[in-house]
């Protein structure tokens, strides 16, 4: 079955939603609704609570990270060229959906997460990634500078760069710092 697809009003809330809740998780309903141009009684007609407008937001950004996934995955490339793509789109999701860089807000990443694993265990049992670091050693540190490098674009105090630019020079440094032969002279082995 087909995942449901959201009407404009619910997808404006929940983009609205995910910045503001990222910027002050106190904000209040009302708070959505001024950011998402909509009357409040629109925001509770949707999503009822603030913890299922957070619950929608995670299944929402978990579903454009498994059609993210698809995607990437379909192009047949190696893995170290999927996982180049599969950072760059994740970039878009993480920045329309800030709040789900904070922490986790739903069960559906889990799968998705075994999925990431297992493109990078493809890619180091093809001789294309390194083989001596830990599959989730690698998916740790390609999440992890994702999410760090979204974080300083929101920064207000910092010049401005767009998501694109972010997935573009992360998947840069990750994934080839991922390739195998670029261990250093003298790193252990």
């Known amino acids: 079955m087909e995942p449901q697809q959201l009407g404009a009003p619910q997808r404006r809330i929940l983009l609205a939603a995910a910045r503001v809740l990222a910027d002050d998780p106190a904000a209040s309903m009302q708070q959505v609704a001024d950011e ?20 929608a937001i995670g299944h929402e950004a978990a579903k454009e990270f498994a059609a993210a996934l698809g995607h990437a995955r379909a192009a047949g490339d190696g893995a170290a060229a999927t996982l180049a793509r599969l950072i760059r789109e994740l970039a878009r999701i993480g920045a329309d959906y800030p709040i789900v860089l904070q922490t986790p807000h739903t069960e559906d990443v889990d799968d998705l997460v075994a999925r990431v694993d297992e493109l990078i265990e493809d890619g180091q049992a093809a001789g294309e990634l390194r083989g001596d670091v ?7 540190a390609l999440f992890g500078a994702l999410s760090a490098g979204l974080r300083l674009a929101r920064d207000p105090e910092r010049p401005q760069v767009d998501s694109d630019t972010v997935g573009t020079q992360i998947a840069a440094i990750v994934v080839e710092g991922m390739r195998a032969g670029t261990r250093e002279k003298g790193a252990p082995a």
């Open 134 to 140: 830990a599959s989730d050693v690698l998916r740790h």
């Open 36 to 55: 998402a141009q909509v009357a409040r009684p629109t925001v509770y007609g949707c999503y009822p609570t603030k913890v299922a407008l957070v619950e």
